[in-house]
């Protein structure tokens, strides 16, 4: 029999034994009508059903089943179930309380709410705060992609990566296309936030102001900040009451607020040291290793020797009244005995001296009392330093680097066709100690006369040239104090030695791994320093066929190297925005340097030893303290593209600078930075003068066929007579003419000069140039010319239109600017009487 089921379901009927359909002659069942649904009984026993049959709603759903929970007395399931469902919208989503629980929504909230405390914090504490901002972007990004949240990992990243453009555009680029977390551990940039703890130094005030917000902030995204601090961050609070160098000080707050604040500390970074120190351990001593940096002793022979010369030469030329005799002033600058504060001749040795030595010692303390001494800047007033600057044209940008002789008589080019061409500055013929008719193969080749070499042996392009110390001798009679030696590297990863008496290779080095980037002489010779894109530096000897000291530390290419002046130490810099200090003596470093925003492109020793200048490709030059490790100050003015080179005056309180923004700077180092100007600056075309001049006198373009190379050398010198900024302009034109190599006549060497000349000698032709005074004293017999220098360094003539240029951050401290003719500046050098030479190459 059948029945009723409760709710009016109607039974199925009884499964026939046939899976077939039903025969003819078999009784069909009797047709049943279909159930209907049936609603669930509501609190009042109606249906819950919502007007025209829609779906019930969550929240709906969830006070039946809470009713129907509390009537069987299921009261703590049913406490459970109201403290869940309280933090739902209608929809049943969840509606959360703290920042922390919204999954990746939670480090944009966080980061966001970061930014606004800081940008609305006051100009006091927002410099050294916003250096939070950076790490603080890193670990969230890498935390949103390691915790596989793609889509809010690339929202975060195109929200705030503006912010950092400028100081780390090769940090963005290289994270730009993390979104998973095996990007995150594939990643070597990633690789290195993540395994170290971002160093950052705050001060005791904005320290507690930031915990306290953050506090305050807990459930608004406070937490997640403060986890990131304590797992990712190494954070020292300076107290300013008790910082005795006064860079904690109210003063020094305010001054730096003043200046553009998103500069890095030196002590800031991954993974952070102390200020100056080379050990990167988070428990290391603040306490840095001492320093000998001293002049070295000279060797008591060669004293003694150079002495009895001074003396000589004292009766024969006695000096002018109110000077100094020779040997007084060698009296002033000689170190005779050993002190702990210089090293040893033991710890370093050097070859014994020999008459050229001697003769050298001699005339450098001839050209340092004679010399032009420049004192720093008083009232404003900038110092007159005359710079002359070589161009050379029709280099089809095939010329890697530049370097000058100490002497000032050649100036050779590395090449980007894998060869080395050197030039006489004074175009006369360089010859050879080697018979000038030899035989090679059976046959004779005759070497004609030229103003310029070709050194070719390398097979990759030229990276670096050096020309080893020397001096000018006036005397013909004395021995020959020239460059004996020119040391080269290249893309083929070998150094080689050539000589300046026979003009053939002697040596050739092989030890790095890959391109060699730089390499320096040592200050006496006999040693020098390369770097190169195996991530290491290496001293070498001349006498030894393999190097002496692999210095290894950096994380990228040791870029720009230097020598101290006592050649106790060396420094290297690289494209990890670090500078370091190494012992020659144990290889090990010494010192730590950050602070730059871009890769390093030059260094420079100060004479006295007790400075370090180091520039970057962003645009700023950092004066360092060797002795304490701190930074003394920035300087900025030139514009991007990296600066190139650095050179000290003779007295280390003047500095020169030139690179790709065509333009030669000189400024003060011992004025202290008190602010910055923003403006796009302008210079006037200065008093145009030779190395050997004073700045005073008529410009003239002067052509001589001393130049046969695809490159033809141009000489222009431009001197500031005052505080503004001033610029010499070169208007001579390269011939039309090709002879083959050593026969052609090409445009030769034109040279603004003075009266006394240039370093470009003897001229067949010459015509007027523009020569005007800086600082508002006009050149005798020049014609006055305004020029408008490249990256908007020079001013326009009134009523020229002028070109709209990007504004350029300058500091205080620059004395004046040169701009050159379309000119980047490869090479800038101080003489030993504290003219400035510079060489270039114009790009139309």
Known sequence: MSGQVPGGAVPPGPRSASHGPPSAGMAMPPQQTPPQPVNPPTASGGSTGTAGGGSISQQNLNSIVIEYLSKKGYSRTEAMLRMESANQDSDGRPIYSRVEDSGGEKYLRAFGLTKTWIDDNLEIYKPELKRLLWPLFVYSFLNLAGDFYPKDCERFFVAFKDMFAREHADDLRALSAIRLPEHVQSNEIAKIYRGNKYRLTLSSIAYYNLVQFLESKEKDGGAVIVHLLQNHFNIVSVDRSVTGDGRGSLASVLRKAQEEGDMPAEDEGIPGHNPGSANTDRNAPAVLPRLKLG????????????????????????????????????????KREESEEAPTRDDIPYPPSVARDVAMEVQRIKEHRDRFRIDGRTGGVGTGVSVTMFTFHNTHDSINCLDFSQDNTLVAAGMEESYIRVWNLEGKPITSNLPSSSKHGGMSHQQQPSSSRRLIGHSGPVYAVSFSPCIANPDPNGPSTAARYLLSCS????????????WTNLVVYKGHDHPVWDLKWGPFGHYFLTGAHDKTARLWSTDHISCLRIFVGHDQDVDTVAFHPNSAYVFTGSSDKTVRMWAVTTGNPVRLFTGHVGNLTALACSPNGKTLASADDAGAIIIWDLATGRRVKRMRGHGKGGIWSLSWSVESTILVSGGADCTVRVWDVTTPTDGAQTSTTTAASAIVAGPGGTGTGTGTDAASSSSNAPGSATAASSTQAGGGAGGGKSSGEPSAADKPDGQQAGAGITSEKASSGAPGGASTSSSTSAAAAGGGSGAAGGTSS?????????PSAPGAKKKSGKEVVITPDQISAFPTKKSPVYRVQFTRQNLVIAGGAYMP
């Open 491 to 502: 893309a083929d990863k070998t150094i080689r030695l050539w000589s300046l008496d026979t």
């Open 786 to 794: 305004a020029t408008t220098g490249a990256g908007g360094a020079g």
């Open 295 to 334: 002049q070295m002793p000279m060797e008591q022979e060669l004293m003694q020797d150079v002495q009895a010369e001074l003396e000589e030469e004292d009766v024969k030329n006695p000096p002018a009244e109110g000077q100094n005799t020779l040997v007084q002033e060698f009296e002033k600058q000689i």
